[in-house]
């Protein structure tokens, strides 16, 4: 018994010394190879053993382990590397003398244990698993346009995700909503498959299946990729799509825009609406007003009625019909009545109203409307309100009160609802002038334009006494202006011209006067068009000029003088006053000492006279006259006395 124990213990002992000896795979326990991260195309260093034993190996070998069979491909000796013929032959280094060994431009196709045998200082092995990564594209989701019916009994294809060029295969997550979809039996299946590219790369495309419901419709949907890298996990996400949900009409209503009070001349739209996807055939009907039947059929396929503008006609009851092309229900609306608020054409009485100077008229508006009216009178070149109401009345009315009145009829609960009249008064009489005289400054030899305007009931005819070009516009039915285009000549500014308007009940003329004036600032064509016409220079202005030719001072440099002249006045009146003071408390030597003494007139004992000469036109020099309006002597030559004693 003991010596068949000691046969198997030996027996035992032998076996194993055989197994270590013969060194086969799984005999003997090897340990956990190295593991290096590195991303595709850059550059995985492999280091024999422990970074503590890497600088004593002089004499290594290097292999590719790919399907369990080992290939040399590099050989360190004496610290100097060597590559072998092969795939890597290009692509391997050694970093620095007993470096370690450098693999560039990494592939997945790199993705395998390289093996390094030391044979001295000692024998020793080292296992490296050289993981490669990368991560995809971004991930391009298409949705299903085709759009999915709520009531499909299997799963329809929502959306398809595909990642392009990553490594490895990463994982796929569907979103609804934010929340992340799972397999469910009938309800959510995920489909998803990888192509291997020519790089080694793979493309994944995954495909989403759903069963949906109506709710689903303004639902959210997105893909999310998740890889790794050496930097650790990472994920990327598509944009979000919606896919479009059939279901069936179940409700058909109608919308009116805009919302509120409408009235005649708006833009409104009638629109049909309806809950169903896709939206049904509609067709607008509108109440006979006159059967009370809805007959009158506005077939529209997009549901939209279009009143531009709005008009009273269009009032009454509207009703939407909603016919679903996928059940063929039709299904109505409730009936909306719609309400366009409206004035009538205002209506003036009498139409030409007409009375003589001093007599009355009435006036009287109407319109209707459907909702309370106001009436209101205003007078057409002021705008004055003459009162409110709709009847107007007017008593001893003069020439003045002739031309427009107008009427206004407006809805106060209606914001901008209002329609106007308007009607001209006439009142018989006379022509009258605009200007019974006037002066107009011309240039000798140029053509110039003369106005005259008159009215008066009926209308006067103008007629001009001097030939010319004339020309007529009609102010309104009781006044005409009349514009006379004449050639400037020596006898016309000696004669002037006269303009006649006359009527049946008489006639009334207005004298126009011409004088020379130069103005440097003003060429001869522009003199032609309007100059200094009777509409641009007022008569008024130039009264009192007596010349018969004259340069008119710009209005600025008129202000300048008038300025200038005024501050020179108190500056001597002041001075004046100075000097008169020291005179009479006896403080002026000169009017001690004999040489010299200033003495006056006894008629004007007490004055100080200041004597002020100026260069200036005489014109400008005329606003240094006394109040009184008193002007030159001939043979003043601009001196003038300022009497100082006030």
Known sequence: MGLLRLVCAFLLAFCCCCRRATGVPGEAERPMPELVEVEVGSTALLKCGPSHSQGNLSHVDWFSVHKEKPTLIFRVRQGQGQSEPGEYQH??????RGGPLALTEVTPHDERIFLCQ???PRSQEHRIQLRVCKAPEEPNIQVNVLGIPVNSEEPQEVATC??????????VIWYKNGRPLKEEKNRVHIQSSQIVESSGLYTLQSVLKAQLVKEDKDAQFYCELNYRLPSGNHMKESREVSVPVFYSTEKVWLEVEPMGVLKEGDYVEIRCLADGNPPPHFSISKQNSSTGEMDEQIINDVGVLVLEPARKEHSGLYECQGLDLQTMVSLPSEQQELLVNYVSDVRVTP??????????????????SNQALEFQWLREKTGQVLGAGPTLQLHNLKREAGGGYRCVASVPSVPGLNRTQLVNVAIFGPPWMAFKERKVWVKENAAWNLSCEASGHPRPIISWNVNGTASEQEQDPQRVLSTLNVLV????LETGAECMASNSLGK???VIFLELVSLTTLTP?????????TSTVSPHARANSTSTEKKLPEPESKGVVIVAVTVCILVLAVLGAVLYFFYKKGKLPCGRSGKQEITLPPSRKSEFVVEV???????????LQGSNGDKRAPGDQGEKYIDLRH
Request: aromatic share 2%; glycine share 10%.
């Open 91 to 96: 692509r391997l280094s050694l970093q620095g």
């Open 525 to 533: 064509d522009s003199n032609k068009t309007a100059g200094l016409s």
């Open 613 to 623: 000469k100026s260069d200036k036109l005489p014109e400008e020099m005329g606003l």
């Open 162 to 171: 595909v990642g392009r060029n990553g490594y490895p295969i990463p994982q």
């Open 118 to 120: 030391s044979k001295r």
């Open 489 to 492: 000549t020596p006898e016309l």
């Open 351 to 368: 139409t030409a109203p007409e009375t003589q100077e001093g007599g009355s008229l009435i006036l009287t508006c109407e319109a209707e």
């Open 508 to 510: 009334n003329t207005t």
